[in-house]
């Protein structure tokens, strides 16, 4: 049978048009009406159009979600399950993401400007990948006896935590919420989800899937709405016995303060980051390093958490790879999210790109040069884009340096020899990711261990891959995401002894 063409960019703005996603707070396993009604229109940063209005939620609404969440969890509807039992629902649930793709992807790309080939060809293989994953590892978990001798029993079990607040970010609203989703559920947990107010959309379709696939009633709660309400009642529930929180440092600070005001529950951090690139002289491909330097900071505009946002060069190489990054950044230019040719995309909304050019005039003002880029554009009407941007003459004290931009900026350092570009790639508040580039394996390799990051990358940037955890040092944030690692973020240790003298 021939094989259905794929979708133009005419046949995803005519899909757009006709798109009519879920609106509403989804609580106990229904859609519900916010206590406080009324709704927010959620406009897309394409053309600033809107997509949807949205039902704002409220504190009480977050109470009703934690309480359905509560009596799902006490009532062991879903903890209590066999392992084996939870795999197949969260298969069927990973199965159900991959059948709805399309809608998923449009969802996405409308909701935060991501190019559509990559939130089909990324964001939602990605989340399936990850739900399927956790799925899997649900009846592989086992626990210890202790060595205590004849006279005694001791088991050690993993047992789930208990009810999980999760805070997603707007920057890979599909992505995270898997990391957040997979490792809670296939571990028994109960769950309110909070979206970012900016990208509500694909929650609240999870919601749906997670339902269909079988989740118990209560299993997951999505309640969109502001952090200021929504995400503060959380976070100062005592009921709620954990939060999983990606975003930024300020907010991260509330809600450890918040959790200790109210019941001391653990909060899992991650708040991004100012990921230096070392590239050094006798790094083995110039071009592979320009090209991985250009894709780790202006894919999805910049808007990643670990992008390679600060470029560390060796002062010898420094004219030849500085010509090959603006090459690169002037072939990246930002087009129409739903064209599947683009490649780059738009800035979440009009506020973020008015702060983000709020820092390229930052940089100016303190010295540095921009080589390209700098000033928005506009491939669609109304929509909020700036092209691949390059400051050069940067300093590691500017602001620009050190302070995270949160977009397709990217700052241009230089040093003299390896152990100042790594004093230099140290000198910040965090410590989320970092590469180095050179030929000299043992010289990566005591680099590397000195480089405060949770994760480095060697003659490449930001390879990934679930098995593996993300998370980093510093003000970054503590925990991980990803790998078995998460799986202990979401239990706790239980000591049964029993005497047999």
Known sequence: MPETAAPTHADWIERARTLRPPTRPFIDGDWADPVGGGSVADTTPRDGSVIAEVAVGGARDAERAVSAARRA???????????????????????????????????????????????????????????????????????????????ALSLVTREPIGVVAALVPWNYPLIITAWKLGPALATGNSVVLKPASQSPLTALKLAELAAEAGLPDGVLNVVPGPGTTVGEALARDPRVDKIAFTGSIDTGRRLLHAAADSNLKPVQLEMGGKSPQLILADAPDLDAAAAAVGWGIFYNAGQTCNAGSRVLVQRGIRDAFLA??????????????????????????????????????????????????????????????????????????????????????????????PIEGVAMANDTDYGLAAAVWTSDLRLAHRLSRRIRAGMVWVNTFDAADVTVPFGGFKQSGSGRDKSLHALEGYTQLKTTWMDLS
């Open 73 to 151: 969890f006490d009532d062991g509807r879903w903890a209590d399950r066999k392992p084996v039992e939870r795999k197949r629902v969260l298969l069927r649930f990973a199965d159900l993401v991959r059948e709805h793709a399309a809608d998923l992807a449009l969802l996405e790309s409308l909701d935060v400007g991501h190019p559509i080939r990559d939130a089909l060809d990324v964001d939602v293989p990605g989340a399936a990948n990850c739900l399927q994953w956790y799925a899997e590892a649900a009846d592989k978990q086992y626990g210890e006896v202790g060595p205590t001798g004849p006279e």
């Open 324 to 417: 090959k990054v603006v090459a690169f950044a002037e072939r990246m230019q930002p087009g129409d999210p739903l064209d599947p040719a683009t490649v780059l995309g738009s800035l979440v909304d009009a506020g973020h790109l008015a702060r983000v050019m709020g820092y390229v005039d930052i940089g100016r003002a303190e010295g540095a040069v921009v080589l390209t880029g700098g000033m928005p554009v506009s491939p669609v009407a109304g929509g909020s884009y700036l092209p691949p941007t390059v400051l050069a003459g940067v300093r590691n004290d500017m602001r620009v340096a050190r302070e995270e931009i949160f977009g397709p900026v990217v700052s241009i350092l230089e040093f003299d020899d």
